[in-house]
C-alpha cells in the first residue's frame, strides 16, 4: 500500500512568516494527525481529525496554527506568524479506526521546518 | 492526563550485546502500548503493539516487550543486537476516549560493529 504522503520535506522560513503543509493520508484511513516534534524530544500531538470532523486539537496554539481536512482525505496544516520556537519537524500520521482505539499509526516522512 | 517516561535517552552498546529499554506510564485505565522505531532517514514506524492477552509481545526484527501492568511499564527487549539496530525507539501509550496516543521522548541506540 502507498504510505502517508508529505510535503515539501524541508522548509526555511523567517519568523513572522506563514507557511503550510500538506498531508496525503493511506487510502481508507479515517483518522489523521499532525505532530509536532522538537529536536531531542518525541512528536507531540498537534491535532487529530477523525474523517474531517476535529478529535482533539487542545495543543494546537490556535492563535497561530490552523489546519483541515475539509473531504475527509487529505490535510493541511498552516502557521501565520511563524515563531522562532516552531522550528521542528512536523509528522502526518494516520490510522484506520473502527470500534476499537488500538490502530497504530502510518508515519509520513515529514517536513523539518526550520524558522530564522 | 497521560504521561510517558523513557529511561535513557541516549544508549551505546556493541555488537551482540543484550538491550533493554524502559518505558513507563501514568494512566490509570485499559491502555494500549507500543514501540515505534525511526531508522536513519526513514519514517517512524511500527515495531510491536500490546492491547490485550499474553503480556510479553514479539515484534519485527526479534524486538519483544513485557507489560507489567503492576509497575506500569512496557519496557522493549531484544537478546543480541545488531549494527543495523541502530535508531531511535520510542515508547508510545493510547488510553481511554478519544484515541489519543502520546509519545515519550525517544531513546537513541547506536550499535558498534
Known amino acids: 500500500e502507498a504510505g502517508v504522503a508529505q510535503s515539501p520535506r524541508y522548509k526555511i522560513i523567517e519568523k513572522r512568516q506563514s507557511v503550510a503543509f500538506w498531508c496525503n493520508p493511506i487510502s481508507g484511513h479515517a483518522t489523521l494527525y499532525w505532530y509536532q516534534q522538537i529536536l531531542g524530544q518525541g512528536p507531540k500531538l498537534l491535532i487529530q481529525f477523525q474523517n474531517n470532523g476535529v478529535v482533539d486539537d487542545s495543543q494546537l496554539p490556535k492563535d497561530r496554527f490552523s489546519a483541515e481536512r475539509l473531504k475527509g482525505v487529505d490535510s493541511t496544516l498552516k502557521i501565520q506568524p511563524a515563531k522562532l520556537e516552531d522550528s521542528a519537524v512536523y509528522l502526518c500520521?494516520?490510522?484506520?479506526?473502527?470500534?476499537?482505539?488500538?490502530?497504530?499509526?502510518?508515519f509520513g516522512n515529514g517536513t523539518r521546518l526550520t524558522v530564522t | 492526563a497521560q504521561s510517558v517516561s523513557q529511561h535513557n535517552h541516549h544508549v551505546i552498546l556493541s555488537e551482540a550485546a543484550s538491550l533493554e529499554l524502559g518505558c513507563n506510564y501514568s494512566?490509570?485505565?485499559?491502555?494500549?502500548l507500543f514501540w515505534y522505531v525511526q531508522y536513519p532517514g526513514q519514517h517512524l514506524q511500527l515495531l510491536l503493539k500490546y492491547f490485550s492477552g499474553d503480556p510479553l509481545v514479539k515484534g519485527i526484527k526479534g524486538f519483544e516487550a513485557e507489560f507489567i501492568k503492576s509497575k506500569f511499564s512496557f519496557n522493549l527487549r531484544k537478546p543480541s543486537v545488531q549494527w543495523s539496530d541502530t535508531a531511535e525507539y520510542f515508547c508510545a501509550v493510547n488510553g481511554g476516549g478519544g484515541f489519543k496516543t502520546i509519545f515519550g521522548a525517544g531513546t537513541r541506540l547506536f550499535v558498534k560493529a
Open positions: 494512566y490509570g485505565g485499559t491502555v494500549n
Open positions: 500520521a494516520s490510522s484506520w479506526t473502527g470500534e476499537r482505539d488500538n490502530s497504530p499509526l502510518h
